[in-house]
């Protein structure tokens, strides 16, 4: 059993609260090597943003549970390396059986994400309940989620997006003691979220209705990647196909933030920022193949991709 505050990691359960009071949402990154894990330590020190390492079940089998184990206490150790300890989380994003939960749990996880959204809802409780129980056995932190959402990341695929009930919201978080709850308000996964010419929106009236509802409550959530059309500009400019990406409004993030939303998941627009620095050294430099000569830059793209995300959507600079 390897206990996660151990190696210098804490839950969410702080980072919710101080969240909530002061009306930011905390960064929810997804990583799965070396130079991600790197530009979201130094983009969180440098704002000084406290910060959720996601790592998704796929991204798990990719890195191998073992050297992830080690990236994380790295990035504990190489926070302080950088003059600015920050308040770090190891999360399991959208685990899907208990089994899953357990062995992240038992490998140094802080926080686990239990997705039963796809079942029936008294199963959902169930599995959660389930989930629960177990981790706050060791004081890991439990994120549950109520709707689906549509599109494709990694092992997460919907082809419908269901809204969260606000009517069921109560009676979930009561009969499962989640400590978070992820919902389903009109963001979705991956790059393709909407249609060109659309102007989407999230469905703020129904994240108004599960306030009421579970006021104070720590609310999650998940594709709410913007996918900046510069960066969608900067992939097709050099060979890329992304002509109809299209991601959530920052604007809309931060009124979310502002609100019980304390958690916030982008994957996508990490993603992107960095092809479109690798695409922009293949092309202008076909000779190159020293790896860290394109990875680099893509880590620095990516960084600065964070820091605004710190600094302007999410509220969370200056809050470590």
Known sequence: MIKYKDIGLVNTRGMFAKAVAGGYAVPAYNFNNMEQLQAII????????PVILQVSSGARKYANQTLLRYMAEGAVQYSRELGGEIPICLH????????????????????????????????NVALTARVVEYAHRYDVTVEGELGVLAGIEDDVSAEK?????????????????????????????????????????????????IETRIPGFPIVLHGSSSVPQEIVAEINKYGGQLKDAIGIG???????????????????????????????????????????????????????????????????????
């Open 42 to 49: 130094q983009a969180c020190v440098e704002t000084r943003s």
């Open 92 to 123: 399991l994003d959208h685990g899907d059986t208990f089994e899953l939960c357990c062995d992240c749990i038992e490998t140094g996880f802080s926080s686990v994400m239990i997705d039963g959204s796809h079942l029936p809802y008294e199963e």
């Open 161 to 209: 997006h269901v809204y969260t009930q606000p009517a069921e919201v109560q009676d979930f978080v009561g009969r499962t003691g989640v400590d978070s709850l992820a919902i389903s308000i009109g963001t979705s996964h991956g790059a393709f979220k909407f249609k060109p010419g659309t102007n989407p929106k999230i469905r703020l009236d129904i994240l108004r209705e």
């Open 250 to 320: 920052e604007d809309q993030l931060r009124e979310a933030a502002r609100s019980a939303v304390c958690k916030i998941n982008i994957d996508s627009d990490g993603r992107l920022a960095m092809t479109g620095a690798i695409r922009k050294v293949f092309i202008e430099k076909p000779a190159e193949f020293d790896p860290r000569k394109y990875l680099g830059p893509a880590r620095d793209a990516l960084k600065e991709l964070y820091k605004h995300k710190c600094i302007h959507v999410l509220g969370s600079a200056e809050q470590a």
